[in-house]
């Protein structure tokens, strides 16, 4: 156990004299609820975010088709008794509009938004040691002061698009899902082309099917998807669900990825041919991540296990898409279900059964360039109205890499983690005194709501702890910074998806020096991640040094 030091005047700053107790970066899901905790302290806090409004990727993927993978209701705040008693979701898996709609309704309840500053962008972010403060810049040159600084910029909000010649040539409309115009964008009578295949690909070509005169898609990898089956909610429904609130946010702390679905106990092999048949076919038949994150317990950890799940959904798109050709192209070959992030899907495939849908291969027909009419492949020239790059994010700490984060003698964050994340159980990293993350890399990763809460509650009582004792200086000490690398990397083994290149594990080749594997995040899962988290705390934050 750490013993505090005693108390060095020499080094006290009337908090007064700084512009914040406080400073958080973010006004998502994660910074909203942040800043609540840290108002419920009685600090000083203030809020940055780009965006105009609060929402953080609820604000900005606002392209059409954007929506809730995972449960609403399981993605709900479930801190306020009153924020869960007066909404109502309207389907099981919510459209963007209706996320963004429920932000705004809880900052508003929170009066939250009297804290945020919003349109402005954190440029850099300074630790001061003389008065153990950050200071924090702005683009546009205004700069603030805080003791704390707690960084909730999400792992997915450093959008990236493909590394292709001539994308400034493009004289049609051409839009990242992540930065999406305020405005309806209609694709109807118009040719459209998407560029990515990932969630957000899928989720953006099953909408512009409908109604596009021809939508052609250009995939470099497939990935497994698999059916959403969303639906609403009706009143009745909505009250029920509200009775078990408690029920179901408690079954979401008992699974790894904090859903509401958990792994099947059994081996893929405990049970007969037909048994196992019939199970997969039972969860492709239900709403959710229950075929990802519900499967029989190995298929995610053993190579053997997910063969047989990944030959039974390469028989679901064989027979979903008409065409074998297209069919084939369809179904990954160079991953196995579940090891990069299930896109969940409704009537995807048949989308490609459309006369108005093509399928093209970029590993066949390679890109050449971006033109002003559309884009140049190897078989020729196909012109758009629209060209939708959905090529993804610099995920995870691609988000900090984007601010110049400075710790102790002015060393930077981004040099730091240069071989991959270093952090103290994915909130606090050694060098960084007073700086801690929410969601950072090397915490847990899942149902995001309910990750963050847990991180938030934590970083409160951490600051909350210190400021009792009146202390000013948090630092996590290099050996609990090892030992919880050290644990991360050991979590990391079991997983298939860290053997993957994904978002997941930090790779994306439109990014220079992001094209080798790492592992990113913990792999323990929820309950273990809780469990260290708690136990660092109940042991008066041994591993962390404070003065
Ligand atoms: P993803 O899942 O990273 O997908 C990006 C897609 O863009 C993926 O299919 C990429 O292919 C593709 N891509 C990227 N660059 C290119 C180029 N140059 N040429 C062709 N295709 C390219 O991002 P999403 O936005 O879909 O989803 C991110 C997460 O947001 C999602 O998992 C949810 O959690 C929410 P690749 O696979 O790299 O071959």
Redesign the pocket.
């Known amino acids: 156990m750490t013993t505090l030091p005693s108390r060095d005047a020499s080094y006290d700053v009337p908090e007064t004299k700084l512009d914040f107790d406080a400073i958080v970066i973010g006004a998502g899901v994660s910074g909203l609820y942040q800043l609540y905790r840290l108002r419920q302290l009685g600090l000083r806090v203030r809020a940055f975010d780009n965006a105009s409004g609060v929402g953080g990727?609820w604000f900005w993927n606002r392209y059409p088709g954007a929506r809730f993978?995972s449960e609403s209701w399981s993605y709900s705040y479930s801190f306020s008794d009153e924020i869960l008693k007066d909404w109502d979701w309207s389907e099981n898996f919510a459209g963007q509009p209706e996320i963004e709609r429920y932000l705004n309704f809880a900052a508003d309840k929170l009066d939250l938004k009297r804290d945020i500053q919003f349109d402005s962008h954190v440029q850099s972010a300074h630790y001061q040691e003389d008065t153990r403060s950050w200071r924090v810049t702005l683009d546009d040159g205004q700069s603030f002061t805080a003791r704390f600084l707690v960084t909730a910029i999400g792992v997915?909000s450093a959008p990236?698009l493909?590394?292709?010649e001539g994308i400034e040539r493009f004289e049609g409309e051409a839009h990242h899902?992540?930065r999406w115009p305020d405005r309806p964008v209609s694709f109807e009578g118009k040719r459209v082309a998407v560029?990515?295949?990932?969630?957000?690909?899928?989720q953006i070509i099953q909408e512009a099917a409908k109604t596009a005169a021809q939508l052609t898609v250009?995939?470099?990898?497939p990935?497994w998807c698999a059916p959403l089956l969303n639906s609403k909610i009706s009143a009745d429904e909505m009250e029920s669900i509200r009775a078990r609130y408690p029920e179901i946010m408690a079954r979401c702390q008992e699974t790894p990825g904090c859903f509401i679905h958990g792994p099947d106990p059994r081996s893929v092999f405990d049970v007969t041919p037909e048994e196992r048949e019939a199970f997969f076919e039972q969860r492709y038949s239900e709403p959710g991540f229950g075929i990802w994150h519900g499967n029989f317990r190995d298929v995610l950890t053993d190579k053997d296990a997910n063969a047989f799940m990944s030959d039974f959904m390469a028989r679901k798109i064989r027979e979903r898409v008409k065409d074998p050709v297209t069919a084939e192209k369809l179904i990954p070959k160079n991953h196995g279900f579940g090891t990069?992030?299930v896109?969940l899907e409704t009537r995807y495939y048949e989308a490609y059964n459309q006369p108005n849908v093509t399928l093209i291969d970029?590993n066949e027909t390679p890109?050449e360039c971006i033109t002003p009419n559309g884009i140049k492949s190897a078989d020729g020239e196909r012109p758009f109205d629209v060209i939708v790059y959905?090529?993804?994010?610099d995920?995870i700490a691609g988000p900090f890499d984007r601010i110049d984060f400075r710790g102790i003698g002015g060393q930077r964050l981004k040099d730091v983690w240069s071989d991959g994340p270093q952090t103290f159980l994915g909130v606090l990293v050694t060098g960084f005194p007073n700086f801690m993350m929410v969601m950072g890399p090397h915490g847990g990763l899942g149902n995001f709501t309910r990750f963050a809460e847990y991180n938030a509650d934590w970083v409160a009582d951490l600051i909350a702890y210190a400021r009792q004792r009146g202390l000013t200086r948090i630092e996590a000490t290099p050996t609990g910074t090892m030992r919880w690398t050290d644990h991360v990397m050991e979590m990391s083994k079991a997983l298939l998806s860290n053997q993957i290149?994904?978002?997941m594990t930090g790779?994306?080749?439109?990014v220079e020096g992001k094209s080798v594997r790492k592992v990113m995040r913990y792999g323990g899962g929820f309950p273990q991640y809780k469990e260290q988290c708690d136990a660092v705390a109940a042991a008066a934050y041994n591993e962390i040094s404070f003065s």
Do not use: E
């Open positions: 990727t993978d997915l990236t493909p590394r292709i899902p992540a560029i990515g295949t990932g969630s957000t690909g899928v250009y995939q470099r990898t990935n990069r992030r896109p970029v890109i959905a090529s993804g994010f995920a290149d994904s978002w790779v994306n080749k439109n």
